[in-house]
């Protein structure tokens, strides 16, 4: 696409105005087959942006019999400029779900993360990247996604993981998600959305081992206006490294049905 | 073919289709993907297997394929069924046929089944032993069979008593495989020395490292066992061959959402042949290993089909998961309801 194309499609796009300054530019990643940039293999992100993506200090866990194990850790934020730009009334619904955050949390419940939480969990995922589509597959309660790189299509239904077209801006993949439902949060710390949540998603290669992270989040119902966060994923080196199997239901079968067991039983 | 097209003729073609790839088989070159592995890729459904029984009828014998005959009575029973849904304003595949067609389709039984298109040849889908019959189960499989079912018929006491389907954590990898009432897509994404298989009910998806025949890389401990199992791939000619081993036995079975007629155990061994047999169809085979719950090995194969315009989307089980609770709600009722 020439330049002046691209630049008129940035024009129209409000997400795109925002273009970050990302990786070092002199980094030319491999090529895959199709001889994009090949960003294929198991990737996790540090850090405790899962806990919060803003600014957060330690705090004790909701539960005293697993000690330190349970505590919060003490996090730098994610988010452009520190601060998530919620609506008032938002702001507040954010510090109700904090106040119930043990017990409202998706992530407790072991549903599906949402974009762009998935990528942040403390968990790794795997990109399998092929020509017309791109896999990404997450540890974390199996799920996935598919990244159409093909013509944009439509969101046909609301759905947790949004609907997904992506394309290549050199060698950074550039994802654009919508259709999502208002269920899932962004982090433990009560972040949350609505059903009107447009997140674009920059993955662009640092160097071998690092991927350079970026979402820029729209969501008119929730927010004043776009933010962004951004982080970098790293590439899981070990040589026999696989995604494990982590299927989380049955963990939070008894939070979640345990007042419906039998009496007699335990 | 699309139902659109008028089905009054789809018996008739069916018939012609089949034997049409049949021949083209022999001759067909399959694709291959720009690094030089045989293409696998796309979304591919086996709806069209849905009328064929698990296991062989006696009436067939051993024989696998339907007669001429029988074939035609069974394609005018498909079109009669798909006449009957269509006359409905349903369309097979339904979401599809709403969104593309302006077809006013009702999200209600027996409206969000996915139907067979096209009439299928074969007379069961176990294929071998010849009789397409599971093999008899070993006597250890048959006690643990009865103490499932004796918890799965009882009035449920927890989650517990329930399958790992009803509850939405897998159907494990034959469950996941083998055609049911819907959700039977499986999509299929290549990159060089990965081959990923996305199923679309419980959304599962496995990730298959190749090696080179004769020098797959060495599975995990037996200490780490998964209900998917741990996959090693290859391809043989033109067919990915996967063999799954590390499974967590006692749990799921190999039958139809993973109900199969006793769980399986730890040493379940599964080797899986996918070999593109023409643009539309992979011939799909299954051989199951697990001397501690069968007699004998034994073999599911059937073809899984590319049908444009089919799509998978997402099955967000667990999260709505209303008939776990309503079911284990209903049952303490009626706990409630005797002590009076």
Redesign the interface.
């Known amino acids: 696409m020439p330049a002046a194309m691209l630049a008129a499609w940035g024009l129209m796009s409000p997400l795109a105005v925002q273009r970050p300054a990302t990786a070092k530019a002199a980094y030319r990643a491999p090529r895959a087959a199709d001889g994009h940039a090949d960003i294929g293999g198991i990737w996790e992100a540090l850090g405790t942006a899962n806990w919060d993506l803003e600014d957060h200090p330690s705090m004790g866990g909701p539960y005293f019999q697993m000690g330190s194990i349970g505590a919060v850790p003490s996090g730098r934020g994610v988010v452009e400029g520190g601060t998530i730009p919620y609506k008032p009334e938002a702001l507040a619904k954010k510090q109700e779900n904090f106040a119930n955050r043990w017990k409202l949390d998706p992530e407790v419940k072991c549903y599906m993360p949402g974009i762009p939480r998935a990528t942040y969990m403390p968990y790794p995922f795997q990109i399998v990247q092929s020509a017309k589509v791109i896999l990404m597959a997450y540890e974390y309660a199996s799920t996935n996604r598919v990244i159409n790189m093909e013509k944009p299509v439509e969101a046909s239904v609301d759905t947790w993981m949004g609907t997904q077209n992506g394309h290549w801006e050199g060698d950074t993949l550039v994802v654009d998600n919508t259709g999502f439902n208002n269920l899932s949060w962004f982090d433990r710390a009560g972040d949350f959305h609505s059903d009107a949540l447009h997140v674009v998603e920059r993955f662009t290669p640092m160097d071998a081992s690092h991927l350079n992270y970026e979402a820029t989040i729209e969501d008119p119902k929730v927010f004043t206006g776009l933010w962004k966060i951004s982080m970098p994923l790293y590439r899981r080196v070990e040589k026999e490294a696989q995604l494990a199997e982590f299927k989380c239901v049955e963990y939070a079968e008894e939070l979640l049905y345990g007042d419906l067991r039998k009496k007699t039983t335990k | 073919m699309r139902l659109k097209e008028g089905h009054a003729a789809t018996a008739a073609f069916s018939g012609i289709l089949v034997a049409a790839s049949l021949l083209f088989a022999q001759s067909w070159t399959p694709p291959k993907?720009?690094?030089g592995d045989p293409d696998l890729?796309g979304t591919w459904t086996s709806d069209d297997q849905r009328d064929v029984p698990f296991e062989r009828p006696a009436q067939f014998g051993n024989r696998r394929y339907l007669t001429d005959e029988e074939f035609a009575d069974r394609a005018r029973q498909v079109d009669k069924a798909q006449t009957e849904i269509v006359g409905q304003g349903i369309r097979p595949n339904s979401?599809y046929w709403a969104?593309q067609q302006g077809v006013n389709a009702a999200a209600a039984p027996p409206y969000f089944q996915e139907f067979s298109r096209h009439a299928a040849r074969q007379t069961s889908l176990v294929v071998d032993p010849p009789n397409g019959r599971v093999p008899p189960l070993t006597k250890e499989a048959q006690e643990l069979r009865a103490a499932v079912n004796k918890v799965r018929n009882r009035r449920p006491?927890?989650?517990l008593d329930r399958s790992m389907y009803d509850?939405?954590?897998?159907r494990g990898v034959a469950g996941s495989a083998f055609p049911v009432i819907y959700g039977n897509g499986t999509?299929i994404?290549?990159?060089?020395g990965?081959v990923?298989i996305?199923y679309e009910m419980?959304?599962?998806?496995r990730?298959i490292?190749l090696d080179r025949p004769g020098n797959a890389?060495p599975h995990?401990p037996a200490t780490l066992r998964?209900?998917?199992g741990d996959a090693r791939g290859h391809w043989e000619g033109n067919t990915l061959v996967v063999e799954t081993t590390n499974f967590i036995g006692g749990r799921n079975g190999v039958g139809v959402n993973g109900n199969g007629a006793a769980p399986y155990s730890d040493d379940l061994k599964l080797v899986e042949r996918f070999t593109r047999v023409d643009a539309k169809n992979i011939q799909y085979e299954m051989t199951v290993n697990d001397p501690k719950t069968y007699t004998a090995p034994w073999t599911v194969a059937f073809p899984i089909t590319h049908e444009d315009g089919y799509q998978?989307?997402?099955y967000?089980c667990?999260?709505g998961n209303y008939a776990?609770?309503n079911l284990?709600?209903a049952?303490?009722a009626e706990?409630a309801a005797e002590e009076k």
């Open positions: 993907t720009s690094w890729q979401g969104r006491e927890s989650w509850r939405c954590i897998t999509q994404v290549q990159a060089p990965v990923a996305r419980i959304h599962e998806t990730i490292p890389r995990a998964t209900n998917m998978i989307f997402e967000a667990h999260e776990m609770h284990l709600s049952a303490r706990d």
